[in-house]
């Protein structure tokens, strides 16, 4: 997944993503240039839908 992070937010205009795991710190810099945000599914505690259901 880290070798495409860059390609989809370049292309896709997405503001996060979330996953399962930590990423490596390259990925990190491209997520930071970005101002994007990355959020780790464990870390996830409540969601709510605030769009469509």
Do not use: N, W
Not at 44 to 52: M, Q
């Amino acid at each position: 997944m880290d070798k495409f992070t860059c390609t989809m937010l370049e292309q896709t205009g997405l503001l996060g993503m979330i996953g399962k795991v930590e990423r490596g710190p390259t990925t990190i810099e491209v997520i930071r240039e970005h101002e994007s945000v990355y959020l780790m599914a464990q870390a996830i505690k409540e969601a709510k839908v605030v769009a469509f259901p």
